[in-house]
């Protein structure tokens, strides 16, 4: 299985909800990844998680809080977000990080296209 | 840090011909440089990467090539056919934040029939 699932595959929600972004990958990799995606950019690092801890937060935003609940599942809390927030939200997974040129490949899931009202 | 640039932004060829996609970057530590692919509502793609220890690699009708001294690499697609419409991402990571990949600005690639 050299898959990256993410759920739902579209979200709308209201700037109070509170709603979450799963992604699961079963290739025994140890970091994972969530990139915003805006119209015609390419992906921005959010977070990195490895080995199920937080590596890497590029100054993100409170309102998104990421959880890895396994080596195998990824997940992304959203709550009180702006309009500016809508995009698409992609997760990623590699086999490790830090660890020299074997592991730099990051496999991507098709995203979760959320807009929020 | 490491910035990425990326030419053209869009690129149109004729079925069958040959296409090209340029990229530079700033950080002679990088040492990954993976292409990614991205479809209409989906996900990126690795197409093909390459290493800094190595100059050129060839997968069937793609081709990447790398100048480290010139510190540019390009995409090269022959035989080009409708399913390679896409936009093609450049990027670039070192081995000190290996987990950090910069992504070119992207190249939208249409091929006319």
């Known amino acids: 299985d050299t898959e990256v699932t993410q759920t739902p595959k579209h979200l709308v929600m209201g700037m109070t909800n509170k709603k979450s972004l799963k992604c699961e990958q079963h290739?025994?990799?140890?970091?994972m990844y969530w990139y915003k995606q805006k119209a015609k950019k390419p992906p921005e690092l959010m977070f990195v998680?490895?080995?199920?801890?937080?590596?890497i937060n590029e100054s993100v935003p409170s309102r998104f809080s990421p959880e890895c609940p396994n080596s195998s599942l990824l997940n992304l809390h959203l709550h009180a977000l702006q309009p500016e927030d809508s995009a698409l939200y992609l997760c990623?997974?590699?086999?490790?990080?830090?660890?020299?040129?074997?592991?730099?490949?990051?496999?991507f899931g098709p995203g979760t296209r959320l807009t929020v009202l | 840090g490491e910035n990425v640039e990326q030419h053209p932004s869009t690129l149109s060829v004729q079925e069958g011909d040959s296409a090209v996609i340029k990229c530079t970057y700033s950080?002679?530590?990088?040492?990954?440089f993976p292409w990614y692919k991205q479809e209409l509502g989906k996900g990126p793609q690795l197409i093909i990467d390459i290493r800094s220890n190595v100059g050129e690699k060839k997968d069937q009708r793609i081709a990447v090539t790398l100048n480290k001294t010139a510190k540019h690499f390009s995409l090269h697609i022959t035989e080009t056919q409708p399913e390679d419409s896409a936009v093609y991402f450049c990027?670039?990571?070192?081995?000190?934040?290996?987990?950090?990949?910069?992504f070119g600005s992207g190249t939208r690639l249409s091929i006319r029939p």
């Open positions: 290739m025994g990799h140890r970091a």
């Open positions: 990623a997974s590699s086999q490790d990080i830090d660890r020299g040129f074997s592991y730099n490949e990051q496999f």
């Open positions: 950080d002679s530590a990088s040492n990954y």
């Open positions: 998680y490895s080995y199920e801890k937080l590596s």
């Open positions: 990027a670039a990571s070192g081995y000190s934040s290996a987990s950090k990949i910069i």
